[in-house]
């Protein structure tokens, strides 16, 4: 059977086109905002409707970070029945997203590419030529934010709060937990009580900080730690995240949202469907914040936490 790669645009959907010529055959969907994956931020393998495999993502951007689509490319696909139907991202004309599509393309390794018609997608370089295909037009963002309201209100549902210390975790899609810790007396020495954690990765100092430290504290600490640059946090930018616990290997087995992360005693708490007390060894951060209204508050920059 056919192994077959999806492309469209942000204006086109491949919801009835799926209903249609699906016919039971697997799915890898690498949309993260696709309204119909429960719920979005993930990247998922559909058999039938029930999701047998996923990975975290944390954001509704592709271009947030394209090298966990493609890992998750990969890794669902090992898993994939033959002949499974891939559905990418949204195309949206920047380098970026032009550079990740033709890589997931080439690891994709499909019979056929179907694109919708009468798009401006550059159409040349492909493992194959893509064939064009009517498709209907997506909701308004409006319809589409409703529907994923819908979805993060029945996550909130089977979430259970979970309490563990920030030390034991291995953190990743964050700028927290990448560097070398510098111990709080330190920190003191140049920020008072300012500053209540601190890492040192390369040329780079992190601070989580009650207030930002001023000019003449921040030179000083530079100057000691060897860094060129500085960047500042603070305890409420973790609350409200997208987060997910994933065992050592890497499976996740849990998605939620930051309540807290208190630096000072070294605890995080977190609403997670995970069951507690759970077993986490990897905590996954995402970028968007959702509250337990179900409203999506945005998400921080790239690296800001």
């Not at 699906?22 to 039938?48: H, I, M, S």
């Not at 994709?108 to 370089?125: F, H």
């Not at 810790?181 to 890492?199: A, N």
Request: aromatic residues 6%; hydrophobic residues 40%.
């Amino acid at each position: 059977m056919a192994r077959t790669l999806l492309l469209s645009t942000q204006d086109r959907s491949w919801r009835e086109w799926l209903k249609a010529n699906r016919k039971g055959r697997d799915l890898v969907c690498l949309d993260p905002a696709e309204p119909d994956q429960a719920p979005p931020g993930r990247l998922c393998l559909f058999r039938d409707d029930k999701v047998i495999a996923s990975r975290f993502y944390g954001s509704l951007d592709p271009q947030r970070s394209p090298h966990i689509l493609l890992a998750a490319l990969t890794q669902l696909l090992a898993i994939a029945a033959e002949g499974v139907i891939v559905q990418l991202w949204p195309n949206r004309g920047t380098p970026l997203i032009r550079h990740v599509t033709m890589l997931a393309a080439q690891i994709a390794a499909p019979d056929e590419i179907l694109v919708p018609t009468n798009s401006s997608m550059d159409q040349a370089g492909f493992p194959v030529g893509p064939e064009e295909v009517e498709l209907e037009q997506s909701f308004p963002a409006m319809v589409q934010s409703a529907q994923r309201k819908a979805h993060w209100l029945k996550m909130f549902e089977a979430c259970e709060s979970h309490e563990f210390e920030l030390a034991r975790v291995s953190v990743e899609g964050a700028r927290l937990g990448s560097g070398m810790p510098v111990h709080i007396d330190e920190l003191t020495r140049y920020f008072q009580s300012k500053v209540i954690h601190g890492e040192v990765a390369g040329g780079s100092l992190f601070l989580i900080a009650r207030e930002d430290p001023d000019d003449a504290q921040m030179g000083q600490a530079l100057d000691h730690f060897h860094c060129t640059r500085a960047h500042v946090a603070h305890p409420a930018d973790y609350e409200g995240l997208l987060c997910s616990f994933a065992k050592q290997h890497g499976e996740d087995f849990g998605m939620g949202t930051i309540e807290s992360i208190d630096f000072e005693q070294g605890k995080v708490k977190a609403n997670c469907t995970a069951v507690a007390p759970a077993p986490v060894r990897i905590l996954r951060l995402g970028a968007l914040k959702v509250d337990t209204a179900g409203r999506e508050l945005g998400e921080v920059r790239p690296w800001q936490v």
